[in-house]
């Protein structure tokens, strides 16, 4: 494997990269392609006479040709196979296009568009990208990863595709998950894409349709489950700690009877996370915090309802539970304002339960002398009347779930109350901003997870949140490298929640605006990134070194997509 380097002349001090390969092997290498804005030195230099064409081009003529070819694109899957073909060739040109055009493309390289490609993947295979890790090939692991393109490999992004977004279990197509993902760290963060890698593990899936399809790429058998599911994570784990002992692992959108469990497991022994519990949990937590810097209230102040209590409500509500500890509550007295519900109702003693929902499972004495519509459930609506929720919360995937009758409800218990719907895509959100809206007489704070254009109400602009999980991994991922923190503590979560709020300007905030702007995403990650390293330092688990030096390093990290001259090493 080679090494990815960027390095600086001593002499002239000029940024460069020394390439191992010349002739077509470097044009048909994304990470290195600079297709038609490879200089004349550099034709020379690496033999490439006669495979491009003679004008030279520079990085913004290409960039107006790809927005001439991917404007003409209506389908969003076609955007997205336009957009994922032009990353398997020109790694910079992609990047340098994605983060000009963050708005208008983000939806086409990740959600929601790239659930129909993960339902179509083996379909639409083209380009391998990323190591796929079959069950069937575990004892092979070291030479799996051996393949790796790169041998400096600093974040991985690992799916076994049992949960992809709000469409089950994909199998293989989960690939296209850490894929995009990992385009969102690079955007957002500025982390180099050679030093990023996407993995599937194929365990099989339980996808009849999948099972059934003769193009189908994956494994063809049911999920292993168990002790035989548990030794390939476990072989892999050892895998990556032996081949890439500085990679931060994150695990995405694994089921729900693996995703905390694996967390917990891995955690101490490998710089892990979940963004799915934690990143989700850390932004619906920085929207809190900016609402209630809205009302100059204190999360300890508010009664909350989560609907949907997957691992998505539980991440939401440790997040909020670890919130309401740095105020001065109690773990007890914290989980004493979140009341989970679910489609059985309000989580309480004596339902069959999830072993990660158990933490929240609500006391029956605290609900004796509520009033109720029908007698052994207790509905959403009977929640939130009786427990006089100030914020209410969906991950349930319920698309209009919180209808008129439940947003007014919500509006008699408190002056502002806090709406966040946040299911995707667009047809899962509980509530459309203008119903929100509407049915609180246009007193509510509303995010939302999918995008939404601003609302008019009574003749103003009302703006709309996207409660996005961008504005917290990157920047956490970015962090943890940075300082090569040994682990990602609950404590790098919080603060990075409130450092998203605390970006939110005061002026912004007066409109409702929850969260900062998508096209600022990089100053929030740098300063997410600060905030992690600082923890690591303070708690031991990463490097020391004053606040400056942290930020410094923060800010060197961060790659900003441009072409850098390149030296041939001379070997191929």
């Not at 470097?26 to 297709?35: A, F, R, V, W």
């Not at 050679?194 to 193009?215: E, H, R, S, W, Y």
């Not at 489609?343 to 339960?353: D, H, Q, S």
Request: neutral net charge; glycine residues 8%; hydrophobic residues 40%.
């Amino acid at each position: 494997m080679h090494k990815f380097v960027i390095q600086l002349d001593p002499l002239t001090k000029e940024k460069f990269i020394e390439v191992p390969f010349r002739k077509h092997h470097i044009t048909e290498n994304p990470i290195y392609n600079k297709g038609s804005a490879f200089t004349e030195e550099e034709r020379e230099s690496l033999d490439l006479w006669g495979l491009l064409p003679e004008q030279i081009s520079t990085l913004e003529e290409q960039c107006q040709r790809v927005i001439s070819s991917y404007s003409r694109k209506t389908d969003p899957l076609e955007k997205y196979l336009y957009l994922l073909g032009l990353l398997d060739r020109n790694e910079t040109l992609f990047y340098r296009v994605l983060l000009d055009n963050l708005e208008e493309m983000l939806p086409y390289v990740y959600t929601p568009t790239v659930g129909e490609a993960a339902k179509t993947f083996s379909h639409i295979f083209r380009r391998l990208r990323g190591l796929f890790v079959s069950a069937n090939r575990i004892s092979l692991i070291d030479r799996i990863l051996s393949n790796a393109p790169f041998s400096n490999i600093h974040l991985i992004v690992v799916t076994d595709g049992e949960r992809i977004l709000g469409l089950g279990d994909q199998g293989v197509g989960g690939m296209t998950i850490p894929i995009g993902k990992i385009s969102l760290y690079v955007a957002g963060a500025g982390i180099h894409p050679a030093l990023c890698l996407p993995v599937c593990i194929d365990v099989g899936t339980n996808n009849q349709f999948l099972q059934k399809d003769p193009l189908y790429i994956g494994l063809k058998h049911k999920r292993l489950e168990g002790e035989e599911y548990d030794f390939v994570i476990e072989e892999f784990v050892k895998g990556v700690r032996r081949n890439f002992p500085h990679a931060i692992l994150q695990w995405e959108d694994f089921g729900k009877q693996n995703a905390l469990r694996l967390l917990n497991r891995y955690r101490d022994r490998i710089c892990s996370f979940n963004d799915d519990i934690q990143g989700t949990g850390a932004i619906a937590l920085a929207t809190v915090y900016s609402a209630m810097r809205f009302k100059n209230e204190k999360l300890k102040d508010q009664k909350y309802v989560i609907f949907g209590f997957g691992q998505a409500g539980y991440g939401i509500a440790n997040a909020l539970v670890r919130g309401m500890m740095e105020e001065g509550l109690t773990e007890k007295e914290s989980k004493e304002r979140i009341y989970p519900v679910d489609k059985n109702g309000l989580i309480v003693e004596g339902m069959e339960v999830d072993e990660y929902q158990k933490p929240f499972v609500r006391d029956r004495n605290s609900v004796s002398g509520w009033k109720f519509e029908k007698e052994d459930f207790i509905s959403l609506k009977d929640t939130i009347y009786n427990s006089k929720a100030t914020v209410l919360i969906g991950t349930s995937g319920v698309g209009g779930s919180f209808n008129e009758e439940i947003l007014r409800e919500m509006a008699k218990n408190c002056e502002i109350p806090l709406i966040l719907a946040l299911s995707n895509p667009t047809s899962k959100s509980e509530c459309t901003p203008e119903l929100a809206f509407k049915a609180t007489n246009g007193r509510c704070l509303i995010a939302t997870g999918s995008p939404f254009p601003p609302v008019k109400f009574n003749g103003e602009e009302r703006f709309v949140s996207q409660c996005n999980n961008m504005y917290i991994f990157p920047g956490l991922g970015l962090g943890a490298i940075v300082s090569m923190a040994l682990k990602i503590t609950d404590e790098m979560f919080v603060y990075s929640a409130k450092q998203v709020a605390e970006m939110v300007s005061p002026e912004d905030l007066k409109k409702g605006k929850l969260l900062p702007s998508i096209r600022d995403i990089r100053r929030v990650s740098e300063m997410v990134a600060f905030t992690v390293a600082k923890i690591a330092k303070d708690s031991g688990l990463g490097v020391r070194g004053s606040d400056e030096r942290l930020l410094e390093m923060v800010r060197n990290s961060m790659w900003d997509p441009q072409y850098l001259p390149y030296r041939w090493s001379g070997e191929e």
